[in-house]
């Protein structure tokens, strides 16, 4: 089979399930993402550092159409990501864009919905040298957005000013 047949798509899971769904999925032979990040977490007799996904109900996954169905086996996964009604296939450049940008350990938040438009920018310097995005002041501060439009939702980025350089 040709590679290229093959799409990511997220999938939203039942409400704190996305792991299960992850040791699921992969236990299928399906290919799987799912953001993490490290938080302190308090308990009234103790501190520990978790994992938590960056993105809460959301895991991605990569399959060829005739895989379509099969993720619906796995209990704790609710429906695809859709646009009236077909789910939307996220391209690879976005999938990547947001591993770099959690295993570069740096600040970013997400922000669900559109991101209001401003110039397009490449980093020229950092752990994220080469990647392209959006930049607008928000709070005062210089923020690259990287959207994964077709997830809906923008990975948020503070960044210095002479780290990147203007496209438009």
């Given at each position: 089979m040709i590679n290229d047949q093959y799409k990511w798509y997220a999938l939203y899971t039942k409400s704190r399930a996305e792991k299960k769904a992850l040791a699921t999925l992969t236990q299928?032979?399906?290919?799987?993402?799912?953001?993490?990040r490290k938080v302190l977490k308090q308990w009234s007799d103790r501190k520990k550092w978790i994992e938590i996904p960056i993105i809460s109900s959301y895991i991605f996954v990569r399959i060829l159409p005739s895989e379509y169905r099969k993720v619906f086996e796995v209990e704790s996964?609710?429906?695809?990501?859709?646009?009236?009604?077909?789910?939307?296939p996220i391209p690879d450049r976005e999938i990547e864009a947001m591993r770099q940008m959690v295993e570069s350990k740096i600040s970013f938040s997400v922000e669900m919905g559109d991101l209001k438009k401003g110039k397009i920018?490449?980093?020229?310097?950092?752990p994220l040298i080469g990647l392209t995005g959006e930049i607008t002041e928000i709070k005062g501060e210089k923020k690259l957005h990287l959207r994964i439009k077709h997830a809906g939702f923008t990975l948020v980025v503070n960044l210095d000013e002479n780290s990147y350089k203007s496209i438009n």
């Amino acid at each position: 089979m040709i590679n290229d047949q093959y799409k990511w798509y997220a999938l939203y899971t039942k409400s704190r399930a996305e792991k299960k769904a992850l040791a699921t999925l992969t236990q299928s032979g399906i290919e799987t993402y799912l953001p993490l990040r490290k938080v302190l977490k308090q308990w009234s007799d103790r501190k520990k550092w978790i994992e938590i996904p960056i993105i809460s109900s959301y895991i991605f996954v990569r399959i060829l159409p005739s895989e379509y169905r099969k993720v619906f086996e796995v209990e704790s996964i609710v429906s695809y990501v859709s646009y009236k009604g077909k789910a939307v296939p996220i391209p690879d450049r976005e999938i990547e864009a947001m591993r770099q940008m959690v295993e570069s350990k740096i600040s970013f938040s997400v922000e669900m919905g559109d991101l209001k438009k401003g110039k397009i920018i490449t980093i020229t310097s950092g752990p994220l040298i080469g990647l392209t995005g959006e930049i607008t002041e928000i709070k005062g501060e210089k923020k690259l957005h990287l959207r994964i439009k077709h997830a809906g939702f923008t990975l948020v980025v503070n960044l210095d000013e002479n780290s990147y350089k203007s496209i438009n």
